[in-house]
Structure formats: C-alpha cells, structure tokens
C-alpha cells in the first residue's frame, strides 16, 4: 500500500485545512502557497487517479464535477473568471500525484497565455 496522499490525509483531518467547499465526490481548499490572488485547488474525494489524463480517460463525469466546482468557487472567491491547470508530470511542476485542478483567479489581466 502507498502512502495516502497529502490532499487524502487533509481531507480525512489529518492535516489541518479549511474546507472552502464541497460536492458528492470532489473538495476544495486554498494553496498553501498561492500563486495569483485567490489560487484554489480542486481535488476528487478519491486518489484513483495520479493525473488528468488517467482522469479523463476512466471518469470524465468525475472531471466535469471537478470543472463544475471550479466555476462555482470563481464566482464565490472572484469575479466568475479563472484559469484551471492541471500540471501534468514532474517535468510540468506536479508535486502531488493525486489529480488536483489549481483554479487562479483575480488580477489575472497581466501575463495571459493567450
Ligand atoms: P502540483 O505542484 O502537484 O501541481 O500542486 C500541488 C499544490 O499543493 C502546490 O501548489 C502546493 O502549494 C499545494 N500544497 C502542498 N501541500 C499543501 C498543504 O499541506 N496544504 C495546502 N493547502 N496546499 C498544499
């Protein structure tokens, strides 16, 4: 058996974290270290699934749920606008390895990647 996850050991209390909100199967909490003013993360219940690609293939119900929760918490914590990034291997930055959507919103006009 593998180690719980960090985002499994704060949903089940282990380590302490505000839960901002919640659906049947995925939660929501604040980055520990946020990059842009109001950096949220979008995490499912469970850690079947190391990244948005194992995500999308096996339960895109699942990531619709993720995606649905993130425009939910945008319009709570911003102005309905945001950007979601699933970093995808160490090589692209991912550090946890239990899929998890960073939703950044607020003052994000400068530095777009459009
Ligand atoms: P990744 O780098 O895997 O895409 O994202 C993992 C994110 O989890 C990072 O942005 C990191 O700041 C955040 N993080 C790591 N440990 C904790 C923690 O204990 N509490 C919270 N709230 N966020 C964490």
């Known amino acids: 058996m593998s180690e719980p996850s960090i985002f499994t050991r704060i949903l089940e209390g282990e380590i302490p974290a505000e839960i901002l909100a919640e659906t049947e199967n995925v939660f929501a909490i604040r980055d520990i270290a946020p990059q842009a003013p ?3 993360l979008v995490i499912p219940k469970s850690a079947a699934y190391r ?3 194992e995500l999308a293939a096996s339960d895109p119900a699942l990531m619709s749920e993720m995606v ?3 425009n939910t918490l945008a319009a ?5 606008d945001f950007r979601l990034v699933f970093n ?3 090589g692209a930055g991912q550090t946890v390895f ?9 003052g994000l006009d400068e530095g777009s990647l459009g």
């Open 38 to 40: 109001v950096h949220l």
């Open 51 to 53: 990244d948005v690609v």
């Open 68 to 70: 649905g929760l993130a």
């Open 76 to 80: 709570e914590h911003a102005d309905g």
């Open 88 to 90: 995808t291997g160490p």
């Open 98 to 106: 239990h899929v998890h959507a960073h939703v950044l919103a607020g």
